[in-house]
């Protein structure tokens, strides 16, 4: 643990030291004045919250220079990098009257006047203008407006639909983590593995940036309630762009299912991805887990195993869905659908009844038995059952530096795993591999599932508005887990009663962009706000 703080704190100390020259970071834009005042109205009418409806108002008195910028064109936000310790801020806006009216306004309600502009250029105590095509560029020095024109501004808004608009340059976050390593590098202490672990971590992502041409979030307010977009195109010939166009469509059958009260579901489509990829990512983890503290860390050899059988799913069409049993037990089921699960199955048999596992479970409080076969739908299901070694947990902690604990301590814990972890089932079919965690029925549902649901029904799917199928679609009912948590006295708000329409993710392609979308309901937002009121 000592060695990763170290590694983070040298991290975040180094990120003001950053000196890549002349590159934009990134592009924070409203739609258009207008677009802003039309939302907010309908915020407060979607969310029944009446302040938002007087927002427009409010800003137009508050914001100097408000009623003089046109209404219908992008407000943006420029973060420019400027080497040696220059970040640089620049605002766009197109003023309704000429730019000296504009400004002149804004420094009268200062007590100043505007100079004369030189070379189109307005300098003066507070700041510096410049007027390129019908935008105003807004600086608060002249070095920010310097590297915004050598730099350039976006012709043209983020086609990602929102009120809010960001784009981000990846070419230059690629830059900044590879300054931010090379000045870890220099000033880190002369541990192998620490500056091991840095070059590992810091390469994963800059690879991994380095094959994003562009990215873009937007969000905004529709009468189904507040929604996310993001839009991402991959470099052209990368590994990267491999993936995006391998990415399948979702069994919609497996899409209708999330439409039942579930704590949540995600449900996936198949994709390719390179064995070294994976195995890449497998390594950046097992070296962070150098970082774990000695009397709570794993054999890196036992880990690696298994992961083997996990990386022969990665790619294959996923499902899951979650609830919360009739006795109050968290249940969950899943599946898989791969080749030869039979084998899979038993290499994952094989390593839980192993030596080397069961001492990491015995060593680390847990104890978990030897898997148990029964039928379900002339099927052979295997159960493993979990439960808490409390002498031996209570061992861990005291030698992590809890000297004192004692069973209270176990208390919290005993609840979440009575609750989520009191055992898990897997089988193997023609169709792949199902899995259950909790409740035992999950199971027989799980399997059925692998070989498709019984519906097509295209209500979520209609809320979700994607031009083309899904490769990817997730609910998750916020209401519910608040519901969840209350048992654990963790609820941010008094709970809400029944369950909510539930978040929507979603993921498709197009072309070679990958979209996706979050969708908060505004029922969701109404019923938690109303909760949190009457808790004031």
Known sequence: MKRYLVVVALSVGLLGQVAVAGTRLASVYVESISALQTQLLQAAQVFEAPELGSAPMIMSMMI??????????????????????????????????????????????????????????YVTP????????????????????DLALQTGIPAVLPVVPGLIRLDVAPATLVEILGELEALALETMPADAEQREMLQKGMGFYRRGLAQVASFQQGIGITEQGLVCRSRMLPQPGRALE???QSLQPVDATWVAQLEEDRLFGAVAGAYSIREDILRSVLDMYLSWMQTVPEEFAMDPALVRAM????????????????????????????????????NLLQQMIALSTGETYQKQMAASGMKVSDPVARVVNDQTVYRWSVELDEEAFLKQLREAGA???????LAPLKQVLD????????????????????????????????????????????????????????????????QVLEQFEAAPVPVVAG??????????????????????????????????????
């Open 64 to 121: 100097p220079g408000f009623a003089q910028i046109d209404k219908n064109a992008p407000v943006g936000i420029h973060v420019y990098a400027g080497g040696e310790d220059k970040v640089g801020v620049v605002i766009s806006l197109t003023p309704s009257v000429a730019p000296e009216v504009f400004l002149g306004g804004l420094l009268a309600m200062q007590g100043a006047t505007l100079p004369d502009a030189v070379d189109g250029r």
């Open 126 to 145: 507070k700041g510096v203008a410049q007027m390129q095509g019908e935008q105003l560029l807004i600086g608060r020095k002249v070095q920010d407006l």
């Open 242 to 244: 491999a993936i995006v």
């Open 307 to 342: 992961f083997e059988p996990s990386m022969a799913t990665v790619g294959a069409p996923t499902f899951w869905f979650a609830n919360m049993g009739d006795a109050g037990s968290f249940a969950m089921l899943g599946g898989v659908r791969v080749p030869d699960a039979e």
């Open 403 to 409: 000297p004192d604990a004692d069973q209270a301590d």
């Open 419 to 482: 609750m989520f972890l009191s055992g898990y089932d897997y089988a193997a079919t023609s169709e792949g591999l199902a899995f259950g965690i909790g409740a035992e029925a999950g199971i027989a549902q799980a399997m059925q599932l692998l070989g498709g649901g019984k519906s097509t029904s295209r209500t979520l799917l209609e809320r979700i508005g994607a031009p083309v199928a899904p490769y990817m679609v997730a609910r998750f009912d916020l209401i519910a887990w608040m």
């Open 499 to 536: 369950p909510g329409e539930g978040v929507l993710f979603a993921g498709w392609r197009v072309g070679a962009a990958v979209e996706q979308m979050m969708l908060i309901p505004a029922a969701d937002i109404r019923a938690l706000k109303a909760a949190a009121q009457a808790a004031q």
